[in-house]
């Protein structure tokens, strides 16, 4: 079905150090729908909550109340085992810093997310080099991380988030520890991904720039959605 929403959020409450005299409460009852094919950001001045959301719509992290319906289960009855292989089949996440396993090759940190699927040897390695030719990394996939430059080392992460087949990237600032040109290299590659594979794509950046580049761009401050725009320089 065409156009679904995909992501459902739901007056979505998040508290640290609940019920001790310290408690925060860092997300204020989030609404947000995100459709299949979308490519979104979240922008926000850092400590707004952006990296807090991300937790939640990746399912790394709980909301202390509301609703996650994601691509139509309801996550906040799924146990922990089922959250981890709704996680790893649907969502691909890529980070700031890379989060690549040291003194691993990047063929073997590209196969690891299918290997934790179950896949063959055989066939996570087949899809593990064309994932790296696609970022145009095949030549490297010998190198560890430490071989590698921070583009070269996001690229593939890339390729690591791709390959389950997930229907969403989740994408934390990215670009945050790379040069411009470099940061244009990797958003080129989720345009690439978004237009050719149909990803859904939920990007966090503090670059404005980046942001007016998808459909939407969504506000957030203080831990509250405080505006929802089209992206001013989305090329179809
Ligand atoms: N695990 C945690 N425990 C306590 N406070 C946290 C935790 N994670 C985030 N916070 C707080 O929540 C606020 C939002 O953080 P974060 O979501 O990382 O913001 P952003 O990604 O927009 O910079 C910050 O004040 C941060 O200190
Ligand atoms: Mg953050």
């Not at 696609?134 to 890339?158: C, F, N, Y």
């Not at 939407?216 to 090329?235: F, N, P």
Request: aromatic letters at 4%; hydrophobic letters at 40%; proline letters at 2%.
């Amino acid at each position: 079905m065409e156009n679904e929403v995909i992501i459902d959020l739901n007056q979505i409450v998040k508290k640290f150090y609940v019920g001790k005299e310290n408690e925060l409460e860092i997300l204020h009852g989030i609404d947000l729908k995100v459709r299949r094919g979308e490519f979104v950001s979240i922008v926000g001045a850092s400590g707004s909550g952006k990296s807090t959301l991300m937790n939640i719509i990746g399912i790394l992290d709980r909301p202390t109340s509301g609703g996650y319906i994601l691509e139509g289960v309801d996550i906040c009855k799924a146990n922990d085992k089922e959250v981890s292989h709704i996680r790893n089949q649907k969502i691909g996440f890529v980070f700031q810093t890379y989060n690549l396993i040291a003194r691993t090759s990047a063929l073997k940190n590209v196969e690891l997310p299918m290997m934790y699927a179950g896949m063959s040897k055989r066939a996570r390695t087949a899809k593990a080099k064309e994932l790296l030719k696609l970022v145009d990394m095949e030549e490297r996939m010998d190198h560890t991380p430490d071989e590698l430059s921070g583009g070269q080392k996001q690229r593939v992460a890339i390729a690591r988030a791709l390959g389950n087949d997930p229907a969403i990237i989740l994408a934390d600032e990215p670009t945050g520890a790379l040069d411009s040109k470099t940061g244009r290299m990797v958003m080129d590659l989720f345009h690439k991904l978004h237009k050719e594979k149909g990803i859904t794509i939920v990007l966090i950046t503090h670059s404005n720039e980046l942001a007016e580049e998808t459909q939407r761009i969504i506000t957030l401050k203080d831990g509250t959605i405080i505006g929802e725009r089209e992206g001013s320089a989305y090329a179809v």
